[in-house]
Nanobody, 124 residues
Framework: QVQLVESGGGLVQAGGSLRLSCAAS????????MAWFRQAPGKEREFVAT????????AYADSVKGRFTISGDSAKNTVYLQMNSLKPEDTAVYYC?????????????????WGQGTQVTVSS
């Protein structure tokens, strides 16, 4: 079992920044990658960004490229999401997730453990 705890959400004005954190505990040795997903009201949960612990490879959804940066600290089993130039359409509950799989890392069905989510609200 892996436990994930997100933090860092809040209310910010458009154009502002927030940094989310996700700390993993438990059986983390088998994890290959961690990711952020988000779910806006009335919409399905969608992929935001992922990072692999091996080599630090990253991938982003087109909607956040150039504005969001995912990073990780393997020693702390923690992944971060730096969000800049936030827009009202970024408003959502943000979830972190972990997987031991190596492929198709933008697919939420490939993730085994999920955090409880943290709310991000961007006002216009």
């Amino acid at each position: 079992q892996v436990q994930l705890v997100e933090s860092g959400g809040g209310l910010v004005q458009a154009g502002g920044s927030l940094r989310l954190s996700c700390a993993a505990s438990g059986r983390t040795s088998s994890s290959y990658a961690m990711a952020w997903f988000r779910q806006a009201p009335g919409k399905e949960r969608e992929f935001v960004a992922t990072i692999s612990w091996s080599g630090g490879r990253t991938a982003y959804a087109d909607s956040v490229k150039g504005r969001f940066t995912i990073s990780g600290d393997s020693a702390k089993n923690t992944v971060y999401l730096q969000m800049n130039s936030l827009k009202p359409e970024d408003t959502a509950v943000y979830y972190c997730a972990v997987t031991g799989r190596r492929y198709f890392l933008s697919r939420q069905t490939n993730y085994d453990y999920w955090g409880q989510g943290t709310q991000v609200t961007v006002s216009s």
